[in-house]
């Protein structure tokens, strides 16, 4: 029997089709997107990456008043406590001299570790970080998945890493399998297992247990 997991991203990938993210230039604008979109929408990310725009670059960010950043950043709510999470961002980042490359060569573990330390980088966040900057093949679990599993008819664990390592011990280790299927649950949220769920004409239905209480 096909493994449960790999079910739910074929049927989702055979719905959806390759969602190709993150949508970020670089991998300097996802991580900077990626800390933007905690506790809001990416239509309020956008703004603020507009805003941004001009000064895009890793050493400019690095030197920017944190006052004046958080007026750019404005955008996406919470913005004086994202302009601090930027800034100690970028002090790891400069030890790195900005280089994702160098970043990517440190194993996982280590450095999964390392972006948790930071001030205001969650296991969330860093973990979107690892797959989408740093192409390591890691699950991220958030709001929309621990919905999707739990309405499926999936008892996973409440604890996140609990969670990531259920999903991660049955998939191969292949990084467009994580990249996509982020991507494919946050879709699959959107467009069915919304908060109300539209289930008649889900992909998923077929497997679903529709336990419908809110998680
Ligand atoms: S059938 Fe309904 S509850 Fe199940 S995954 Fe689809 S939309 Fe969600």
Same mark, same amino acid.
Do not use: A, T
């Given at each position: 029997m096909q493994p449960a997991y790999q079910l739910i991203y074929d049927k989702l990938f055979e719905h959806y089709g390759p969602q190709s993210w993150w949508p970020a230039e670089t991998p300097f604008e996802m991580m900077i997107g990626s800390i933007l979109v905690q506790n809001t929408n990416w239509r309020n990310v956008d703004k603020a990456l507009i805003k941004l725009g001009p000064y895009f670059e890793p050493e400019i960010i690095d030197h920017f008043p944190i006052e004046d950043l958080a007026q750019l950043i404005r $955008? $996406? #709510?919470?913005y004086n406590i994202k302009a601090k999470r930027i800034k100690a961002f970028m002090e790891w980042f400069r030890q790195y001299d900005y280089d994702t490359k160098r970043i990517k060569a440190i194993n996982n573990t280590e450095l999964r570790k390392a972006l948790i330390n930071?001030? #205001?980088?969650g296991k969330e966040t860093a973990d979107v970080m690892l797959v989408y900057a740093f192409e390591k093949p890691i699950f991220v679990v958030d709001a929309y998945a621990r919905r999707i599993f739990y309405r499926l008819g999936y008892n996973m664990p409440t604890s996140y890493d609990g969670f990531r390592k259920l999903v991660e011990k049955e998939l191969p280790e292949e990084l467009t399998l994580y990249n996509e299927f982020h991507a494919l649950l946050v879709e699959h949220a959107k467009q069915? %297992?919304? $908060?109300? &769920?539209? %289930?008649?004409? %889900? &992909?998923l239905l077929d497997i679903c247990d529709q336990r419908l209480e809110l998680k």
């Open positions: $955008s $996406s #709510g919470f930071i001030h #205001g980088i069915f %297992c919304r $908060s109300k &769920p539209i %289930c008649k004409e %889900c &992909p």
